[in-house]
């Protein structure tokens, strides 16, 4: 399994491409759709696994 990032990625626009500042000099590009796209289950996968250590917490399967 690979090694968690705990500081967020910069992100920014050029040349009509979304551009990910990713670790250790890694550079994504995506086109604004799939960046959309990509944002959304980006989202979707965070709330799923912030959601799944509060039950474990509090023991709730």
Do not use: C, W
Request: hydrophobic share 45%; glycine share 8%.
């Amino acid at each position: 399994m690979p090694i968690p990032y705990s500081e967020p990625r910069n992100v920014f626009h050029e040349q009509g491409e979304v551009i990910i500042d990713g670790p250790d000099g890694t550079v994504i590009a995506m086109t604004p759709e799939a960046a959309l796209r990509t944002a959304g289950r980006l989202d979707e996968a965070a709330l799923d696994e912030l959601i799944a250590r509060a039950q474990d917490k509090v023991g709730i399967a």
